[in-house]
């Protein structure tokens, strides 16, 4: 399959226009709906078919989950005084409840992503588009493409990245709750046996040390700037747009591969904690048993030098296929280019959600984890996307298409 470069203009003009008809795309929102729609449209020019699933979702469950944490904590650290102060065993207990409970809702709902939050908070609808284009022969193999069309809120931190300002507070916050519920298991321990504890000694140090990090506590509280949402040319209209662009291709050039049906997923809700990677995985994943079927997630195509293969996800808790990552390795080989391993990174792709289901899942991105200002920020525009980016990494996955049809015995 030689290397083409009509879709080039394609997806400059593509990210320019969604910016500007389908502003305030995130997940669950009218906007992002209508940009699923446009999609679908358009995938249908190129496709055999094309389905819209609706699903539903609870905006705000994923990153709102800091906010709560963080009240609990500084919560816990006033009653651990109060308790002291007044020697009241109730107060002890409450602080350690506040606590445990701040460490568990962040854990599962932010660090493991699991749905652990949804039912308290009002419920909205998103889509995930799929589109097929079948071989010229028989189907033998399935290979997915996938972006997400929805945006992400602004990250505070993330518009002064030559700080590490986000990334400080992060680090603070969570030693800090690691901290605070340690002290509230000794406190609780010592109330027990003693009933109760008083503000002297060693208690009155461990609850000054406590105060330390409230002010990171309280920082988190604006890591999200809820009255902004990102136009996200970066993230992720371009994986969006070079998985459809692998159809686009494949139509303009005449080309079926032999045995290997080419796909396209387009997800909502991907920065509401992977909301329709999950629910079309689930879904579909006994759909795929026909034949192997692997998924390659694309986000954030935006520097050449960090395209890199993902194989583990969900900070670091969920493992990835080796298998398909090998896959794009060797297509990123043939095109010039080494992509290494992205290793433990803070965050997901879609991905994930097909590796949770036990589908063969990796991810591919192009973006510098120590966050830069085009990162969920409103400096995520057109005017700040990389044409080379996007052209190489088009090439590696019309590379990973043809090799993987290649591979058919």
């Not at 935006?302 to 996800?313: A, D, H, I």
């Not at 080379?388 to 088009?394: A, I, V």
Request: proline content about 3%; aromatic content about 10%.
């Amino acid at each position: 399959m030689e290397k083409t470069r009509r879709s080039d203009p394609y997806i400059k003009d593509q990210i320019y226009d969604i910016c500007t008809r389908f502003k305030n795309r995130a997940g669950g929102t009218d906007s992002e709906q209508n940009c699923q729609h446009h999609f679908a449209n358009q995938l249908a020019a190129w496709s055999d078919s094309v389905t819209e699933e609706k699903f539903t979702l609870h905006p705000g469950a994923f990153m709102g989950c800091i906010i709560p944490s963080s009240l609990l904590t500084i919560l816990a650290v006033l009653l651990y005084w109060v308790g002291a102060g007044i020697g009241a065993q109730f107060f002890t207990i409450l602080g350690f409840v506040c606590t445990s409970a701040a460490i568990l809702l962040f854990v599962l709902e932010f660090a493991l992503y699991y749905r652990f939050t949804d039912r308290l908070y009002p419920a909205a609808t998103s889509i995930n588009v799929f589109a097929r284009r079948k071989p010229s022969g028989e189907t033998k193999r399935r290979i997915i493409f996938g972006g997400h069309a929805d945006a992400a809120f602004e990250m505070t931190y993330s518009l002064h990245p030559s700080e590490k300002s986000g990334i400080r507070v992060f680090i603070a916050a969570i030693i800090g709750e690691i901290y605070i519920w340690c002290i509230s298991v000794a406190a609780l321990i010592q109330a027990a046996n003693v009933g109760h504890v008083t503000l002297s000694g060693a208690w009155l140090v461990l609850g000054v040390i406590a105060l330390i990090p409230v002010p990171a506590f309280i920082s988190c509280l604006f890591f999200i700037n809820w009255t902004e949402i990102v136009d996200g040319a970066n993230d992720n209209l371009s994986g969006s747009l070079v998985a459809m662009c692998v159809l686009k291709e494949m139509e303009e050039t005449g080309v079926r591969l032999e045995n290997t049906e080419v796909c396209c997923l387009i997800t909502g809700s991907e920065e509401e904690g992977l909301r329709g990677s999950k629910a079309f995985a689930k879904k579909h994943k006994h759909d795929f048993d026909d034949v192997e079927t692997i998924f390659i997630a694309l986000d954030t195509l935006r520097e050449v030098n960090q395209l890199q293969v993902y194989t583990r996800g969900i900070n670091g808790t969920q493992k990835n296929s080796e298998y398909v990552a090998n896959l794009l390795r060797a297509a990123g080989k043939n095109c010039g280019i080494a992509m290494k391993d992205a290793g433990i990174y803070p965050g997901a792709t879609d991905a994930e959600a097909f590796s949770r289901e036990g589908l063969l899942s990796c991810g591919m991105c192009g973006v510098d984890h120590m966050p830069q200002t085009y990162y969920h920020t409103r400096f995520d525009t057109p005017d700040n996307i990389c044409e080379e980016c996007l052209d190489l990494s088009l090439d590696i996955c019309m590379e990973a298409a043809r090799l993987y049809d290649e591979q058919v015995k």
